[in-house]
């Protein structure tokens, strides 16, 4: 075997899994068939749970120090109306304003920090199975070679090759939408008003803010005095884009030539991005050796949520594969990642899809359900959920045992930890992302237990605050597989921690 993992793909996704793996002990191979890091404009910020955990791994201040705007009002759209936290002390849901080439230099350089081995310009051109490896053909700079792997996690985007190759499905809805941006400026012939609106010789005027038409949306905003414009077009088309082939002007000026039936004139393109939407899920996040995270695995119909997707199934397969690499991992644990992903998919494609519903309808029954539904967002409760289900961190995975205490399944909260050393948190516990049992009532029946895993398990004590569990048990991925309730006495938290140790972890 040539190598234990290869990651195709060096996405964010793919970089976020090659750093993961590196921290549970794993060598990856990240193969990339672009030579350099891509400029194509993408995600314009980073959001949702995926800041908890970045922060739980003590990366948060660095991703937080590379953004060159100051992070906005937490305000987001929510198909056609908006998520307004701005009133809430604690908002349940966060964006950092980080340009997906920012994010994914970050990452990159996470990469090398750990010592990944990266080759770019490496194009994998086939991928197949059987029972010990994965065999993989690949045409790099040299020549064409072939490698083999225990096991091989398709990174690699929307149209993912991986996916076919492996022969799993890819069922869902193509919308005919097709979405513009753009940031140009305009030649001086095109005079930009004191109001707004743009009066182009020979063609008429555009109106500023949004114009309907029969063939899509329109909108043009611009600052005081600059003949810097915000473009953004909306139409139904039956082409179907790769979101990797950059827009051009010509692209631009086509579409506005469509929906507004004139001609704009433009200068220089400041930022041309094109986005399409699809509400796809691959039936299955593995076969056999082959895995598939991120936009290979799922394409969700609204904008903002499929970074924070994609980089979080990372973050849980990553010390599974470690676990079954290093001969460890329980039966079924490879398959957890599949049942947990993909249910977390699942509900990040319910809440999009609800949103294709608020936004495309533009009838007076289009607007009564916006209106209604941003009613409801004006209370607290349903504006909360509404956050939670967005940042995918009100996700409570099934497990055993989840019927005896409310936090197994869940994400571990950031709780205030004093200990002999001082005082720490749980994220800072996890910044190893290692497994942590947290004793936090001086239960040393449970410490009798942990000793036959701390070759794999890290235990300590704390004490805190109106503590919610005797002791928790934390994955790598800070969710919480078991939990003693407060005063569980010895003769049940005992052996069902031995229980959830030995179903998550392995034989001592
Ligand atoms: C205009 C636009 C705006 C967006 N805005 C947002 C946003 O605001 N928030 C958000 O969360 N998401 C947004 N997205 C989506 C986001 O960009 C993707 O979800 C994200 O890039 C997916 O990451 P990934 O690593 O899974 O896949 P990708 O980023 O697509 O990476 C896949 C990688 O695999 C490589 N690859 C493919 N095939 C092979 C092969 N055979 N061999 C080797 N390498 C291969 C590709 O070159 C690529 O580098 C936006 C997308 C677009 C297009």
Redesign the pocket.
């Known amino acids: 075997m040539d190598v234990d993992v290869i990651i ?7 970089l976020m899994l090659a750093a993961e793996l590196r921290l549970a002990g794993v060598r990856p191979l990240v ?4 030579p350099k890091r ?1 400029d194509t ?6 959001g949702g749970q995926i800041l908890e955990l970045l922060r739980y791994r003590g990366l948060l201040e660095r991703f937080d120090a590379a953004c060159t705007e100051p992070v906005p009002a937490p305000r987001f759209p929510f198909g056609g109306v908006h998520l307004d936290f701005t009133q809430l002390a604690d908002p349940p849901l966060h964006a950092l304003p980080l340009p ?1 080439q920012l994010l994914e230099r970050l990452l990159d350089e996470r990469a090398g920090e750990l010592d990944v081995d990266i080759r770019r310009g ?4 086939r991928v197949s199975q059987d029972d010990a490896a994965v065999s993989v053909e690949v045409r790099g700079p040299d020549g064409p070679y072939r490698i083999t792997a225990r096991y091989l996690v398709g ?4 149209r ?2 991986v996916r076919d190759w492996a022969g799993i499905g890819f069922p869902g809805t193509t919308y005919p939408e097709v979405n513009r941006l753009a940031q140009v400026s305009l030649p001086e012939t095109v005079t930009v008003l004191g109001n707004g609106d743009l009066d182009v010789p020979g063609s008429g005027t555009i109106r500023a803010g949004f114009t309907r038409t029969g063939h899509g949306l329109f909108g043009v905003g611009s600052a005081p005095g600059s003949q810097v414009v915000s473009l953004y077009t909306i139409e139904d088309e039956s082409t179907e884009y790769d ?2 082939v950059p827009m051009t002007v010509a692209e631009l000026q086509d579409s506005v030539r469509r929906v507004l039936g004139m001609d704009l004139p433009v200068g220089e393109a400041l930022r041309l ?3 399409t939407f699809k509400a796809r899920q691959a039936e299955r996040y593995r076969q056999g050796r082959i895995l598939l ?4 695995a799922h394409l969700f119909p609204a ?6 997707a ?1 980089m979080l199934d990372a973050v849980n397969l990553a010390w599974k594969l470690a676990a079954d690499l290093h001969g460890r991992a329980p039966a079924g644990l490879l398959d957890t990642y599949h049942d947990e992903r993909h249910l977390a998919g699942a509900r990040t494609m319910l809440h999009t899809r609800a949103q294709v519903a608020l936004r495309r309808g533009h009838d007076a029954a289009a607007e009564a359900l916006r209106e209604v539904f941003q009613e409801l967002l004006a209370d607290e409760q349903p504006l909360r959920r509404m956050g939670a289900l967005v940042a995918g961190s009100d996700i409570r995975y099934p497990m055993p045992g989840s019927d005896r205490h409310v936090l197994i399944g869940a994400f571990a909260p950031d709780l205030t930890l004093h200990t002999e050393q001082g005082l720490t948190s749980v994220a800072e516990l996890v910044h190893a992302a290692r497994p942590v049992l947290l004793d936090l009532a001086e239960r040393e029946d449970l410490h009798e237990v942990a000793r036959a895993w701390e070759d794999r398990i890290d235990y300590r004590t704390a004490k805190t605050g109106d503590r919610p569990a005797d002791a928790l048990l934390i994955r790598p991925d800070a969710h919480i597989v078991w939990a003693a309730a407060t005063d569980e006495p010895a003769d049940s938290a005992a052996p069902a921690l031995r229980e959830a140790l030995s179903g998550w972890f392995g034989s001592p």
Request: hydrophobic share 30%.
């Open positions: 195709v793909g060096a996405g964010p996704t793919g193969l990339e068939r672009q891509r404009p993408k995600a314009g910020g980073l997906q490496h194009e994998v051109t990174c690699d985007g929307a993912s090759r979101d990797d991005s094109r986005f995270a991120g936009d290979a904008t903002g949520v499929a970074l924070n994609g």
